[in-house]
């Protein structure tokens, strides 16, 4: 799967750690930044994963702040993303199953990184439920 990443400044050290575990897995990994523990505004990154996974070019988006409130509420603006700030393995298969939930927000300082992993494999292996829920995202999507 080709999985697009970013992060800000409060969560590039996770970012790397989770990057490097995606190619382990075998995805291909695309990093939009930012590069480096220098303050960076969340949007700046936020918004490129999104916009890439908005356009087809990743399959999945994976964005991670200090909390992953801000790049939730920034990737979410971009048409066509349903974004989501997960804390745990069962919220990121009900995001998936319930919500086709298409870009994942982690936070890299209040959820350590092996949670962050289980999350991630969650998101990544969950399928989209369909069904009743089918309509609910057309709903959702259709505020875009």
Known sequence: M???????HAGFEQKELLKAYLEELGHEVVDRGCYSEERVDY????????????????????????????MALAADKVAGIRA???????????????????????????????????ILDAFLTTEFGGGRHAGRVCK????D
């Open 2 to 8: 080709k999985i697009s990443i970013g992060s800000d």
């Open 43 to 70: 949007p700046d990154h936020a918004v490129p994963v999104a916009e890439d996974v908005a356009q087809g070019d990743s399959e999945r988006g994976v964005l991670v702040c200090g909390t992953g409130i801000g």
């Open 84 to 118: 989501a700030n997960i804390i745990n393995p069962q919220f990121a298969q009900l995001c998936r199953e319930h919500n086709d939930c298409n870009v994942i927000t982690l936070s890299g300082r209040f959820v350590e990184f092996e949670e962050n992993k289980r």
């Open 140 to 143: 959702i999507m259709e505020l």
